[in-house]
């Protein structure tokens, strides 16, 4: 089938400005979860992205003149701040970045833990300098942000994921311990990006409900992601965006209490269900299916899947991003990315044709 392609009639940064003040706005906006796995589009590897400033400038500002998202981001990822705080990070040449040793093995050696100097410690100035030079080569067309991995995921780094979560019920005081330690790195991080004038976002996967309970996530997720989103909306006079990898359904309440503005599903998750609930209390981003759709599908089958997600949501009060599920996969082809922005522009054309979808 072809389709009609138009050209947009609005800038990203003019798209993004008008759709945060409920104006109208060509179409639906699109931002894919980009970052690393794009490094090889432009020449760089997957260490080099994690090393180098150059790096991260080329690839955020390449990813944005080549697939035009409606935003751009990058940052420490989920293990630069437990890095910085002493766990060890493998690089692999061209794939993807993995703990190899936690910080502590045993919560006797907590005192050698300190909240993150977001300027010295690690590589997380090289994520903060790089941030402010793409936001002053590209803030006129586009917003720039930047994600982190929140407390919980950053505390099972520290402790190592399995041990951590064992904590939950055999440990919970040393686990609370360790989790205001991370929180605290994590808002000496939001602190340093909103000394940019940027925004953060803030990704916890460890603490998906594919992961731990409800329950577990009401006591030692969620009172630590609201202390850093209570930050956020001190710095930025309003919440961001809150990424939870799985299964995340028995907590969106929980998701929604914690103060974001947006809310980030999987796509493993019905964001109907999730716009019948909550849609009158956050804009919903997603949840194109980033391996079986993008990677792995054909263009037709990437317009077929955003198609579904704009039918769903398209009419959300709170407003509606379509996205990736999660991250797009190390290796997948750049014109599966400009399929997804494509599929805004056919079918997320305002007005929308609820007969197209």
């Not at 993004?16 to 003040?21: R, T, V």
């Not at 293990?79 to 692999?92: D, H, I, L, T, Y």
């Not at 409800?214 to 989103?229: G, N, T, V, W």
Request: glycine letters at 8%; proline letters at 6%.
């Amino acid at each position: 089938m072809s389709y009609i392609i138009k050209p947009d009639e609005m800038t990203p940064i003019e798209r993004m400005q008008a759709f945060s003040e409920g104006k109208e706005i060509d179409r639906i906006p699109c931002c894919p979860f980009l970052g690393e796995s794009c490094s090889s589009m432009f020449g760089r590897s997957i260490r080099e992205y994690n090393h180098s400033i150059e790096a991260l400038v080329d690839v955020a500002v390449g990813s944005f003149e080549k697939f035009r998202p409606d935003s751009i981001g990058f940052g420490p990822g989920l293990q630069g701040v437990p890095e910085a705080m002493g766990s060890e990070v493998v690089f692999p040449e061209y794939s993807t970045p993995y703990m190899s040793k936690p910080a502590i093995n045993d919560y006797n050696e907590i005192h050698k833990l300190k909240p993150i100097d977001p300027y010295k410690d690690g590589r997380i100035s090289y994520f903060l300098e790089a941030l402010k030079i793409t936001n002053e080569k590209i803030s006129h067309k586009v917003s720039v942000g930047s994600s982190v991995g929140g407390p919980f995921t950053t505390a099972a780094f520290l402790r190592g994921t399995e041990l951590f979560l064992k904590d939950l019920t055999k440990n919970p005081e040393m686990a609370h311990t360790l989790l205001e330690i991370s929180t605290q790195s994590i808002i000496n991080y939001i602190d340093a990006v909103c000394d940019l004038g940027l925004s953060p976002s803030l990704a916890e996967p460890i603490a998906s409900c594919t992961m731990i309970s409800s329950k577990k996530f009401r006591e030692f997720a969620k009172p630590y992601l609201k202390k850093c989103m209570d930050r956020i909306i001190e710095r930025r006079g309003s919440g961001t965006t809150l990424h939870i990898c799985g299964k995340t359904k028995k907590v969106w309440a929980d998701m929604v209490d914690v103060g974001i503005s947006n809310l980030s599903l999987d796509n493993i998750e019905d964001i109907g269900e999730l716009k019948e609930e909550f849609g009158d209390k956050v804009c919903l981003i997603g949840n194109v299916d980033p391996i079986e759709a993008i990677m792995r599908g054909t263009r037709e089958d990437i317009y077929n899947e955003a198609r579904q997600c704009i039918r769903k949501a398209h009419n959300s009060p709170k407003g509606f991003i379509l996205s990736t599920g999660c991250d797009v996969p190390i290796g997948t082809d750049p014109d599966k990315i400009l399929a997804l922005m494509d599929a805004a522009r056919i079918f997320g054309r305002y007005p929308i044709n609820i007969k197209e979808l």
